[in-house]
């Protein structure tokens, strides 16, 4: 797909991603697990395990090439822009992700573990995101941030804790707590994590009711 994706750069092209959600722009750059489109506004990181169809475009003319490079490229000393990477570059950066099938959420990257990131958001404050269901980052322009607010100061505040490596071991800490699992998505769920064991969860909900989740569809988990 890589060598296609190539003779495609500066095609205006459409991007059906995992959620039927629908992205548009001018193909700029490409790794080895992304493509980078620039919308006319804003550039544009799309996981290419999530697409699910491309094709070029050619009637959207109303959408500008860019002219300036890429927010995040590939740096010198590496032969290949990934994901992982350009998470790293976006640490200290207001980011718009787009996790679930609901809308995206909005915030900074405080920590990149092995395979999820712990997520500030205004809305949800501490929120861990399953890398493997992060189909779309989207960085803030220079001196934007979510709400015109600026959440610095509650940054500093909130990462306290200790993360473990892996997201089922983060998620382990949450045992007898109130939590929300894929917020925003049509498929959220509000309950007591009750037990985790191999790739179920277990949640108790209001009523007591227990129901069993498998882990790897879980996307993003936030305490009540």
């Known amino acids: 797909m890589n060598n296609i994706i190539q003779n495609l ?24 697990d992304l493509v980078v489109l620039f919308n006319g506004i804003d550039f544009v990181y799309i996981s290419l395990e999530h697409i699910q169809r491309f094709e070029v475009n050619s009637n959207e003319d109303d959408i500008m090439a860019p002219t300036h490079a890429p927010t995040i490229s590939t740096v010198e000393d590496e032969k290949d822009l990934s994901f992982r990477e350009i998470l790293t570059q976006a640490k200290g950066n207001y980011v718009e992700l787009y996790v679930t099938d609901g809308p995206p959420i909005h915030g900074y990257i405080l920590s990149l573990m092995d395979d999820y990131i712990e997520f500030y958001s205004p809305v949800y404050k501490i929120v861990y ?33 200790i993360l473990a490596s892996t997201f089922k071991q983060q998620i382990e800490k949450f045992k007898d707590k109130i939590v929300v699992l894929n917020a925003g998505g049509n498929k959220s769920h509000i309950g007591k994590l009750n037990e985790i064991e191999e790739n179920l969860v277990e949640i108790h909900g209001a009523k007591l009711h227990s129901y069993y989740l498998n882990l790897d569809h879980i996307k993003t988990l936030h305490q009540v």
Not at 14 to 30: A, P
Not at 150 to 158: A, G, R
């Open 9 to 32: 750069i500066t095609e205006v092209v459409e991007i059906e991603v995992s959620g039927k959600k629908m992205m548009n722009g001018t193909l700029v750059d490409s790794g080895s």
């Open 129 to 161: 995101v399953s890398l493997r269901h992060l189909k779309v980052l989207i960085p803030y322009a220079e001196n934007e941030s979510p709400y015109g607010k600026n959440f610095h100061n509650s940054l500093v505040q909130s990462s306290r804790q």
